[in-house]
């Protein structure tokens, strides 16, 4: 089946992040991601095209009206996909846009992204957040885009289960004045000797520059992961060190259950 000239440059409109933001729109690419959007409830739907092997192995599970689905042979797909490599599926969604609005999570710890630039660090951390319970993850105006088709496979569908909210650190603080922030960098204290509280903020800087010295007032302590002397690298990729720090506020919340 062929596309109309309109709905191939309508689709190919959402590789780029204006006409994302102007349609509020996105795509979500390939047979697991696809599935896992086609079984969640919160982003509908918009369109769904596939391929007709594709759609003979799950049209019997699709719960989506006849009108939004479209049946394309390879080469369409290949000329509306993001992918170097298309696969058998592509679908157009509506996106989300979550806040605050019942108040701070009670007992638990979130992540804070200033800067992330990087979208496979992005969406890698909100594998991570998925993992280990951490949502919603809350994010400064200048990281990456969430909805960038890079940050959406990285999350491994972990964007339809996560919330992520955009705002400030300085307008959090505001809003929870008694909210207790912390932040990574390479010359605080040993994350291993730290108290967390039960809940709270950790703050992961950028790849490059690490957090931000207008934040860094709102911090109540600092703290770092301490390699081993004999090792040479310079520093931790920004999702690695999330894992790492997720991992240890896990394992403290666990030991107080």
Not at 52 to 79: C, F, N, Q, Y
Not at 199 to 224: F, K, N, Q, W
Request: glycine share 8%.
């Amino acid at each position: 089946m062929s596309l109309s000239t309109s709905t191939i440059k309508y689709i190919r409109s959402l590789h780029q992040k204006k006409f994302r933001q102007n349609y509020n729109k996105f795509i979500v690419e390939g047979d697991k991601l696809a599935r896992e959007c086609l079984q969640q409830q919160y982003f509908p739907i918009e369109g769904l095209f596939a391929t007709e092997s594709w759609l003979v192995a799950h049209g019997d599970t699709l719960r989506l009206a006849p009108e939004k689905i479209e049946e394309v042979g390879p080469a369409m797909l290949g000329r509306i996909s993001q992918l170097s490599t298309p696969n058998e599926v592509l679908l157009v969604v509506e996106q989300r846009k979550y806040e605050l609005r019942t108040g701070f999570p009670e007992g638990r710890q979130v992540l804070y992204l200033d800067k992330i630039a990087d979208p496979g660090n992005f969406g890698t951390i909100l594998r991570i957040a998925d993992w280990f319970g951490m949502g919603p993850v809350l994010y400064s105006p200048d990281c990456v885009e969430p909805y960038n088709p890079k940050v959406v496979q990285a999350s491994m569908g972990a964007i339809f289960r996560v919330p992520f909210v955009e705002m400030e650190l300085d307008v959090l603080k505001e809003q929870y004045p008694d909210l207790y922030i912390a932040g990574t960098d390479m010359k605080g204290e040993s994350i291993y000797a730290f108290q967390p509280p039960a809940a709270g903020v950790m703050v992961i800087g950028s790849e490059h520059h690490g957090i931000r010295e207008t934040y860094r007032p709102l911090l109540d302590t600092v703290v770092s992961i301490p390699g081993d002397a004999a090792g040479g690298a310079e520093s931790l990729n920004a999702a690695v060190a999330t894992g790492i720090v997720c991992a240890f506020l896990h394992s403290r919340k666990e030991r107080h259950m």
